[in-house]
């Protein structure tokens, strides 16, 4: 058997809460059908956004002045943070930088917009392999557009290689800031795609009127009432509608639309602005399994939202015939999920194999993905 390689992912994610790294010890190549015997996390760190960067991302979703220059600068200034975190991992693991066979780093997404062709994710990976030392895979999601694909999702290989099993229909939904769903049939077929918005305008409601950064544990959220024409409102969005493939973004599900929904709900109490919110996701959610798989037994939770238990409460009131856990129970907490899956694709790359499933992105075929920096 070969011989066990290690990489590292880092991620952040649209929520624009941080970034998660991830050390991963793949005891086989990534081409093997890997099971979690053979995939092992061996460290995980996790670094706040500083407010400041997480603003001007936030601010570079949308057209404003010089905003070239800006995403340069803050591509850079993300590349310092991955640097850091990546320091932290190796520290914390005692495992020397050039013990790691490359790093997955999947940069910030400012722009999705595959009806144009392109996505746009900041984090000058040259200016990380310089600080790191290591060689960098990153640009996950191009090549996969250019192949008339949605280049999203793209955890439903690693959701499959970790999670899947014979068998039985399987769920599992990663809830970040926008949520997206990997259904792997009994069959062997695989669905992926983002239902629409998960934690980012549950935070943004929160960052208004708790003033802090998320509602934690849905706490406040648990203690409103959901408010049924505004849902019904927050529904009537065409993107529920469509059919996969499809992705979408902070580009759709921003500030903007929440607004745009609430004119005329201005007396609502806002924490039952957030309880109806939480519900729109949980109904979203539970809707598609609905239509694309609609006798599963087990649906496994996964991101940051895992940890919003009002939310878990809408989705288990909503799909009564199955089972909600989150991934640790098969093994993977729910905030390193991502982050491995980009340690993972990134081996993937190395290895000359396709990282995308075309069933999944709607590209015409299985494409190797990334572009690669050599330490
Ligand atoms: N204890 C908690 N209670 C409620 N929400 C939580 C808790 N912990 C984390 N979260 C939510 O999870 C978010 C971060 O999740 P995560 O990092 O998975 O999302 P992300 O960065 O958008 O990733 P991606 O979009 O790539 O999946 C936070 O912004 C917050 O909304
Ligand atoms: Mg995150």
Redesign the pocket.
Known sequence: MAAARLFAGL????????V?AVLLELGAPAGASACSGSLRVLGHV?LPMPPALRAEFAALNHSSPDELHRAQLAGIELSRLYARALEQLLRAAGVAAADLSAVGA?GQ?VRHRPELGYTLQLGAPAWLAEQCGITVVADFRSRDLAAGGQGAPL?PSFHRAVFGRDGADLAVL???????LSLLYADGRVLGFDTGP???L??LW?QRHLGR???????WGAGGAVLPELLERLLDDAYFRLLPPKSTGRDSFDARWLECRLRGFEAARARDVQATLARMVAVSVAAELQRHMPDVGELLV??????????LRHMRELLPGCELLDTRSRGLA??Q??AAAFAWLAARTLDGLPGNLPAVTGARGPRVLGAVYPA
Do not use: K, R, Y
């Open positions: 991620m952040s994610g649209t929520s624009l809460d941080g998660d996790q999947h997404t955890v990663n809830l970040g800031g926008i949520a997206n998960g934690n980012a549950l935070d929160a950064d998320f509602d934690a544990d849905g706490a996964c991101g940051g939202g895992a940890g919003n238990l009002d939310l729910p905030q999920v991502e």
